[in-house]
Nanobody, 124 residues
Framework: QVQLVESGGGLVQAGGSLRLSCAAS????????MGWFRQAPGKEREFVAA????????DYADSVKGRFTISRDNAKNTVYLQMNSLKPEDTAVYYC?????????????????WGKGTLVTVSS
């Protein structure tokens, strides 16, 4: 098993930046593909970004492509989400998730472990 704890959320003005972190503990971090998802008030959870176990392969939702960057540091057991050019529609609770088997995907139900989330609020 792995435990995930997100941090780095907060209030930021439109156009600003935030970096989210997700610290993992438990089983070997590098054995998990990782993803970031978000859920805005009144909306369903949606995929944001994913990264392979090695970190060499990444994928992004169209809505964040070119603005967000996912990365990982397996030595520090941490995955990051750098968010630039933030927009009010990026306001949501952001969750990191770990996937035990197979490749990183955009499908939330295929992930095995989830953090409790961190709130990002972007003001206009």
């Amino acid at each position: 098993q792995v435990q995930l704890v997100e941090s780095g959320g907060g209030l930021v003005q439109a156009g600003g930046s935030l970096r989210l972190s997700c610290a993992a503990s438990g089983r070997t971090f590098s054995s998990y593909a990782m993803g970031w998802f978000r859920q805005a008030p009144g909306k369903e959870r949606e995929f944001v970004a994913a990264i392979s176990r090695s970190g060499y392969s990444t994928d992004y939702a169209d809505s964040v492509k070119g603005r967000f960057t996912i990365s990982r540091d397996n030595a520090k057991n941490t995955v990051y989400l750098q968010m630039n050019s933030l927009k009010p529609e990026d306001t949501a609770v952001y969750y990191c998730a770990a996937k035990d088997l197979g490749i990183a995907t955009m499908v939330g139900r295929q992930y095995d472990y989830w953090g409790k989330g961190t709130l990002v609020t972007v003001s206009s």
